[in-house]
């Protein structure tokens, strides 16, 4: 059952254990979770900053808000950088001013989500498709907001058994899904090239590149050293572990929003 709920709250006093009985306004699905830390991290942006608009179902809402905002006269002079073309158009449609990485190398925050968060504040990314965008825009910001629903937390990275993404480029890319494949032996990974669920191509991101999605069945350990070995092969082009990139992440969940910063 989806209620009414105040995107501001933070807190866990709308906690009610006995829910069944109770006709307290409390059960949120997990768009409105996406909601409540997407509005949450909105509230870390400052008038004349320039922002990272991340991609995906959570970071939608923050857009969202950040137009919204921007609309009302609260929020003035941002500069909006999106992190893919459809994050590009949504904000165009909110008439939020947008910029690239180029003309502004520095941004003052990116909030973007994630598809895991482990303890120590990893992420991988790019179940979206937009890990190569993501990463560049959020590297260069000095701050790297994160936004989940309390679904996204993981004991360690590729506990949650779904996907790693990795773009590697189209040519030969059977070779590449090979490689990367006999990389995670050890953790018993299987690789699988992402395809459109409509016509069973290949999906092709901004970038014009492919994905190979990683599935582990066991821990692949020391994520660094992953993450090298798999920039180290010929034909990809950048993987979905962010590794000690956040620096706060956001997380609501039916006990309420924390939000965690980087020590
Ligand atoms: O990395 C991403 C896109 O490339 C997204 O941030 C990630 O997939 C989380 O998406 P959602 O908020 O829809 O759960």
Redesign the pocket.
């Known amino acids: 059952m989806a209620l009414a709920y105040d995107p501001h709250f933070i807190g866990s006093e709308n906690l009610d254990d006995d829910a069944a009985t109770s006709p307290s306004p409390l059960v949120l699905t997990q768009d409105e979770l996406?909601k409540i830390a997407a509005y949450k991290a909105v509230e870390f942006v400052t008038s004349g900053m320039v922002v990272g608009l991340?991609?995906?179902?959570?970071?939608k809402h923050a857009v969202d808000r950040l137009g919204e905002l921007l609309r009302q006269g609260v929020l003035t002079d941002i500069v909006g950088i999106p992190t893919?073309k459809r994050t590009h158009e949504q904000a165009l449609s909110l008439d939020i001013p947008l910029s690239d990485i180029e003309t502004h190398p520095v941004l003052d925050l990116a909030i973007?989500?994630?598809?895991e968060v482990d303890p120590e504040m990893n992420l991988v990314?790019?179940?979206?498709?937009?890990?190569l965008r993501?990463k560049m825009i959020e590297c260069a910001s000095k701050k790297f907001v994160v936004i989940v629903d309390e679904s996204?937390l993981v004991d360690y990275i590729g506990g949650s058994g779904l996907a790693m993404p990795v773009e590697i480029v189209p040519f030969c890319w059977k070779f590449t899904l090979h490689m990367l494949q006999s990389l995670f032996q050890e953790a018993d990974c299987v690789a699988k090239l992402r395809t459109s669920s409509e016509t069973g191509e290949p999906y092709v991101t901004d970038n014009s590149n492919y994905i190979i999605d990683l599935y582990f069945k066991k821990n692949i350990g020391d994520l660094k050293a992953a993450g090298d070995a798999m920039l180290r092969l010929p034909g990809v082009v950048e993987h979905?572990l962010f590794l000690g990139m956040a620096t706060t992440v956001i997380v609501a969940g039916k006990l309420g929003v924390t939000v965690k910063n980087k020590s």
């Open positions: 996406k991340g991609t995906g179902s959570t970071s893919s973007d989500g994630a598809d990314k790019g179940r979206g498709g937009s890990l993501e996204k979905g």
